[in-house]
């Protein structure tokens, strides 16, 4: 929503800007995904390793995975 907020602003200040900014959008989202998804990878490789680590710790415990 704040996205489209900015956009109607810059579209009152600048037009033309506005229209680039709408067609170029789609093509920058596109050559961002491989990034977000590396992201997304390295952190579900994160996650597992810190569960791996805990494991242990979780089991002498008695904790439930939930609490």
């Not at 506005?18 to 995904?33: E, M």
């Not at 791996?52 to 979780?58: C, E, N, Q, T, V």
Request: aromatic share 14%; glycine share 4%.
């Amino acid at each position: 929503m704040a996205t489209f907020i900015l956009w109607i602003i810059l579209l009152i200040i600048s037009w033309p800007i506005a229209f680039l900014a709408l067609l170029l959008y789609p093509i920058v989202w596109l050559l961002l995904l491989p990034f977000r998804l590396i992201g997304v990878t390295v952190s579900a490789v994160f996650d597992l390793l810190v569960s791996i680590i805990k494991f242990p710790i979780r089991i002498l415990s008695g904790k439930s995975a939930l609490g």
